[in-house]
C-alpha cells in the first residue's frame, strides 16, 4: 500500500479506504466537518480558516505540484482561496452529492475500465479533494511519482451535479486511461513535453472514454458542450496548423493546443479534439488494448497520417 511521508510533528494524510482495488484518500469527510462550522461566517473567515486547517493539515497536497505555481506562493495561495469562496455556493449542493457518490462512481468506473484493461497495475492511491475549482481530476505528480486526483467541486462545475452516474463515465474513463496508459507510454519527465505525446496521450484517453461508454453524448466524452462546434468548422486549417507544430515543446504552443479558458484563433482545448479523431482514426488498424502500446515511431506516423487525412493537401 502506498502512504505518504510525512515530517514529524505534521499530520497524517488523510485517511485511507478500500473500494475495490483502488486507496481512497478523501479529504472531503474533514472538509465538511470543518465547513459545518464555518458556513454561515464571512469569506475572509472562511479562507483563513480554509488555510488554517484544510492546508495545514494537508501541505503535500496543497502544494505547487498539485495545485499549480501560484502554491509556490503564501499570498498568491490566501487569494487563490479567498476568491474560491466567493464562488462556492453556487455550487456547494452539488458538490455536496457529488462527494457522497464518490466511491460508488469511482467503483463502477474502475469495474468498467479494469474489465476492458486487465493487466492495468495501477492500485490507489486516489486522492479525493477540494481542488480550489483547478481541476475536475487528473494526474499529478505527488511524493515523486504521477498519481490520481478527483475534485468534487471541481466536477461540481465544469460537470454539472444533476447528471446520473452514467453521464460521467467517460470523465472517469479518460482519467483511469492516463494512469493505465503510463504503464507503456511515459515520456522522460526531465524533457520537455512535444505537442505530439500531450495530442496522443489526451486523444487517445478521449478515444477510451467513447470507446468504454457507448451511452456517452459527444458532450461528455470531449468534456466540453462546446469543444466539437468550435472546432469542425475549422478542422482542415488547423490539422493542417497543427501537422506543422507537432515537435514543439514550449509552454505557448502547448497552451494553444490543450489548456482551457484560452482565446484566439485556436479554440480552446482544439488539440483534445484532434486527438481524439487522430486516435479513433488509429483504431481502424490497431485494436483498442494495442493502442496503448504502441511504439514511439508507430505512434508518430500515424498522427501524422491522421492529421494529412483531416488536411488533405488537395484542401
Not at 60 to 87: H, N, Q, W
Not at 158 to 180: K, M, N, R, T, V
Not at 260 to 283: I, K, M, Q
Amino acid at each position: 500500500m502506498l502512504t505518504l511521508a510525512c515530517s514529524p510533528n505534521k499530520p497524517a494524510p488523510a485517511p485511507a479506504a478500500a473500494v475495490g482495488a483502488l486507496e481512497l484518500r478523501s479529504v472531503m469527510p474533514e472538509f465538511w466537518r470543518w465547513w459545518a462550522s464555518v458556513e454561515h461566517a464571512s469569506i475572509d473567515q472562511q479562507a483563513a480558516g480554509f488555510w488554517n486547517v484544510i492546508v495545514h493539515a494537508h501541505p503535500e497536497l496543497y502544494s505547487p505540484s498539485v495545485m499549480g505555481p501560484k502554491f509556490s506562493d503564501e499570498t498568491a495561495a490566501r487569494a487563490t482561496i479567498r476568491a474560491y469562496f466567493e464562488k462556492l455556493p453556487p455550487v456547494l449542493a452539488d458538490m455536496r452529492a457529488i462527494s457522497a457518490r464518490m466511491p460508488q462512481l469511482l467503483r463502477d468506473g474502475y469495474a468498467r475500465f479494469s474489465a476492458t484493461f486487465p493487466d492495468v497495475r495501477w492500485r490507489g492511491p486516489v486522492y479525493i479533494m477540494p481542488s480550489l475549482f483547478k481541476f475536475d481530476g487528473g494526474t499529478r505528480p505527488l511524493d515523486g511519482k504521477p498519481q490520481l486526483f478527483f475534485a468534487p467541486d471541481g466536477i461540481a462545475k465544469y460537470h454539472g451535479g444533476d447528471s446520473q452516474p452514467d453521464d460521467q463515465c467517460a470523465f472517469f474513463a479518460h482519467e483511469l486511461f492516463h494512469i493505465y496508459h503510463q504503464q507503456f507510454f511515459a515520456p522522460d519527465p526531465h524533457q520537455d513535453m512535444s505537442v505530439w505525446q500531450q495530442l496522443w496521450i489526451e486523444g487517445l484517453a478521449t478515444y477510451v472514454g467513447a470507446r468504454l461508454c457507448p451511452r456517452a453524448t459527444e458532450a461528455e466524452i470531449l468534456l466540453s458542450a462546446t469543444l466539437a462546434a468550435e472546432t469542425r468548422p475549422m478542422l482542415t486549417t488547423l490539422a493542417h496548423e497543427l501537422r506543422g507544430e507537432l515537435a514543439a515543446t514550449d509552454d505557448a504552443t502547448l497552451t494553444r493546443w490543450f489548456a482551457a479558458g484560452t482565446s484566439g484563433e485556436v479554440p480552446s482545448r482544439a488539440g483534445y479534439y484532434l486527438g481524439y479523431l487522430v486516435a479513433r482514426d488509429a483504431a481502424r488498424t490497431h485494436p483498442l488494448p494495442q493502442l496503448a502500446r504502441l511504439d514511439v515511431s508507430t505512434i508518430q506516423h500515424l498522427i501524422e497520417t491522421g492529421l494529412d487525412a483531416l488536411a488533405p493537401a488537395s484542401e
